[in-house]
């Protein structure tokens, strides 16, 4: 069993930026792929960014540029940095543990190969 714990969700003003991290709780094997996903109200879910246990990392097309995924291994924890934030950014991001296989082209966006889920941080962004 995995738990996932998000933070660093906040409220900013458009043109901040913001550090997300997901502490992982439990074994977690070597072969991996870990995701942010996100939900804005009224909208699916959608896919952020992936990267491998080797450090290959993915990102959604519309994401590349502001979005950067790592990770610190010996920490367990997964990070998201997110600059220039927009208010379209305002959503609940969620990270998500593959723990059975490598992130897999783009297979990971629609998150569901990932079977371990957080609860979420908010991020609100004003204009």
């Known amino acids: 069993q995995v738990l996932l714990v998000e933070s660093g969700g906040g409220s900013v003003q458009a043109g901040g930026s913001l550090r997300l991290s997901c502490a992982a709780f439990?074994?977690?094997?070597?072969?991996?792929?870990m995701g942010w996903f996100r939900q804005a109200p009224g909208k699916e879910r959608e896919g952020v960014a992936a990267i491998d246990s080797d450090g290959s990392t993915s990102y959604a097309d519309s994401m590349k540029g502001r979005f950067t995924i790592s990770q610190d291994n010996a920490k367990n924890t997964l990070y998201l940095q997110i600059n220039s934030l927009k208010p379209e950014d305002t959503a609940m991001y969620y990270c998500?543990?593959?723990?059975?296989?490598?992130?897999?082209?783009?297979?990971?966006?629609?998150?569901?190969?990932?079977?371990?889920w957080g609860q979420g941080t908010q991020v609100t962004v004003s204009s």
């Open positions: 998500a543990a593959n723990l059975a296989s490598y992130c897999s082209g783009g297979g990971w966006y629609e998150g569901r190969a990932f079977g371990y």
């Open positions: 439990g074994y977690i094997p070597s072969t991996n792929c």
